[in-house]
């Protein structure tokens, strides 16, 4: 019976998973700032030169400071996927061997989606990334993904 | 060079192989370090082309943060391999134009053999941020080619000597010991001496050159032998039959000479030389033999006629002539040489002629001796009545040819028969003697003849081209006038005598010779009985 039970929470488990990704596949991202930054839009480089740690400045010389979705969310494995080609895992890989020059400063994690938008809301240098349909007045879309 | 380190065959084998090997080796070596240099150098332009691909995606990295640190510890990573001289990364200059990255360490300025490796955006692929350059070190590259070089060489250098060694051990061996030892066999033999000439020694059985070169040797020094030794015993009997023919020739009492077709004497014997030169002297005086002889013609027209085939090959002459103030006589005998040998003789040697003359002066002396004793009157030295008559005829024949006269006068002394008795033989010799002088003093030329026909009675003949009877009587009156001189007979006594005269006269009284002395006889017996100490002519007597 046991065992019985745990093929279907497995079963039941995978068809989740199933779920969730197929709604992540669906879910279309948008970089935000904070509504005073006198930034308007982004490229797509831009977006990623500041996520990927090459500048730590918006285009302006304002200082960036990107947040991170929680970590093994499907936002930011989608969101990675969609801007670099890159899951999350080959993304952690790539801070990893920065780190060891000292260089490397990957993005302020964040609790959660709502902590995020929170932070991006306060803060004058936050930049974030948020599914399309959270999208709020606290903040401003300064590139939107094709 | 060679030939002053060594005269040694196999040395120099050697040496030259060895130095050929040198040659060689130096050549290939330098050969296959320049195909070798190009070789390390690709393959080393291939490594550094696979480390950059190795440190790519770092170095990418690093030039998209323009992260110096990463960059250089990149740079130094690469730098610490061998075939790596210099390295660099550096970013792509941003809008404003500055470069932000640029790290390089090592000699990075040859720019042709460094390999660049564009750097792409690591997460946009058709963007360039930076470029990877990598100088691979040629000086390292050259090094090991030449560390290699070196050891090929020593290899090959003494893979040479060791070859040079050992074909000069074969040489030496094989060729070398041999050829010595032929050498030194063959140097034993003295071609003069033919006992010297023995079988050169040499391995039986053996078929290479050396042997068969010995064997051909040993067969030709075999016959060689033989035929020198024949040549020896040949050369001795020539030699002795020579010495044999020298001996006759030089010491053969006749003069013996070789004519050549001039008439020159090419060859003589001492003997020949003795008999023509004086004492004193060293040669002869002409080598031209008629002129030798004084008596050129007769010799020259011998000399052509015994040349000549239709004559018999040889002919004898005696010959006088004079070698200085000496008439000598030669017995000469003239043969004309046919060559006997048929091979290739000039047509010239044909012509000769040998001429082998004896000295025959005491034979001819003695025969005219004899021959004068024959025809003279020993008392006297008139002719005898024999040859005077024989001489007469002889003048009568040359008369009667040339239309001459001869003159005959018989002579008859007067008043001798009382001498004789009175003063004896020896005055009356004496009486004749100096009788017969003044016949000779007055009637001296060639034609003359005067004889004694015995006793006191005498014939003078002359021949005269034209006779004129006045001038005959007055030589005739002159004669007895002559003869009647005083006759000395000894120291202190003299005496003198007279003479009758008859002349008959030919062709006029007779042109043979009995005809004429019996006329001239009669006309001296009608001289005497009519008185004596007169001259008749018998064209006179005869009208009586």
Redesign the interface.
């Given at each position: 019976m046991i065992i019985a039970r745990n093929l279907c929470f497995n079963l039941i488990l995978s068809m989740f998973l199933l779920v969730v990704s197929m709604y992540a596949e669906s879910t279309e991202f948008v970089v935000v700032v904070n509504k005073n930054n006198p930034i308007n839009a982004l490229s797509k480089?831009e977006v990623?030169d500041i996520y990927?740690?090459?500048y730590s400045t918006f285009p302006d010389g304002e200082i960036s400071k990107p947040l991170d979705l929680p970590a093994k969310s499907a936002f930011k494995n989608d969101f990675y996927l969609k801007?670099?080609?890159?899951d999350e895992q080959q993304i952690n890989a790539?801070w990893a061997?920065?780190l060891f020059?000292?260089?490397g400063k990957p993005p302020t994690p964040s609790a959660s989606l709502e902590d995020a938008l929170k932070t991006i809301a306060s803060s004058q240098y936050a930049i974030g990334y948020i599914p399309l349909s959270h999208v709020t007045d606290t903040v401003k879309v300064v590139y939107t993904f094709d | 060079m060679i030939k002053i380190i060594s005269q040694k065959l196999y040395l120099r084998v050697a040496l030259s192989i060895a130095l050929v090997a040198i040659v060689v080796s130096i050549v290939s070596s330098m050969l296959s370090y320049y195909s070798d240099l190009k070789e390390k150098k690709n393959t080393n332009y291939l490594l550094v082309q696979q480390l950059a691909h190795t440190v790519e995606k770092a170095a990418t990295i690093a030039a998209y943060l323009n992260d110096q640190e990463l960059s250089q510890e990149i740079i130094n990573g690469l730098l610490s391999n061998d075939i790596v001289q210099g390295a660099s990364i550096e970013g792509k200059s941003n809008t404003k134009g500055e470069m932000e990255l640029f790290i390089a360490n090592g000699t990075t300025n040859k720019q042709k053999e460094a390999v660049l490796v564009k750097l792409v955006h690591p997460f946009l692929d058709d963007t360039f941020i930076g470029v990877l350059s990598i100088y691979p070190d040629d000086k390292f590259i050259q090094q090991q080619a030449q560390a290699a070089l070196k050891k090929e060489f020593i290899l090959m250098l003494i893979q040479s000597i060791v070859i040079a060694f050992f074909v000069s051990l074969v040489v030496q061996r094989w060729l070398t010991k041999p050829i010595q030892n032929l050498t030194d066999s063959f140097a034993k033999i003295n071609p003069s001496k033919p006992e010297t000439l023995k079988m050169l020694s040499f391995k039986q059985g053996k078929r290479d050159e050396i042997s068969r070169l010995t064997q051909n040797i040993n067969a030709l020094m075999h016959e060689l032998h033989l035929t020198i030794s024949n040549e020896q015993t040949l050369r001795k009997k020539t030699q002795e039959l020579e010495a044999k023919f020298r001996l006759i020739f030089e010491q053969a009492s006749a003069g013996i000479c070789l004519l050549d077709d001039k008439n020159t004497i090419t060859t003589f014997n001492p003997a020949f030389k003795h008999y023509f030169t004086l004492p004193g002297e060293e040669k002869l005086s002409t080598l031209h033999f008629p002129e030798l002889l004084n008596n050129v013609e007769k010799l020259q027209s011998l000399l052509l006629d015994i040349r000549s085939d239709i004559n018999p090959p040889q002919t004898t002459l005696d010959v006088e002539c004079k070698i200085g103030y000496k008439t000598v006589w030669f017995h000469c005998l003239f043969v004309r040489l046919t060559d006997q040998r048929q091979n290739n003789r000039s047509p010239q040697q044909e012509q000769l002629v040998e001429v082998i003359l004896h000295d025959v002066t005491e034979r001819a002396e003695r025969e005219f001796q004899t021959q004068f004793e024959a025809d003279h009157d020993p008392l006297t030295d008139l002719f005898n009545r024999r040859a005077g008559e024989k001489r007469l005829k002889k003048a009568l024949r040359e008369c009667a040819k040339h239309g001459q006269h001869l003159v005959l006068m018989m002579i008859d002394l007067d008043k001798f028969k009382p001498i004789n008795d009175t003063y004896g033989h020896e005055a009356g010799d004496k009486v004749l003697i100096e009788i017969a002088n003044r016949f000779k003093k007055r009637f001296n030329d060639n034609t003359d003849i005067c004889i004694r026909l015995g006793g006191d009675e005498f014939i003078i003949a002359q021949q005269i081209n034209t006779y004129d009877k006045t001038a005959t009587q007055n030589q005739a009156i002159a004669l007895i006038d002559e003869l009647q001189q005083q006759v000395s007979i000894s120291n202190t006594r003299t005496c003198a005598v007279g003479a009758s005269i008859g002349i008959a006269i030919a062709p006029t009284d007779g042109t043979e010779l009995h005809e004429l002395m019996h006329n001239g006889d009669k006309t001296l017996y009608h001289v005497k009985e009519t008185g004596r100490g007169k001259v008749a002519f018998y064209d006179d007597i005869k009208i009586r």
């Open positions: 480089r990623i990927m740690g090459r801007l670099v080609n890159k790539y061997r920065l020059s000292g260089r | -």
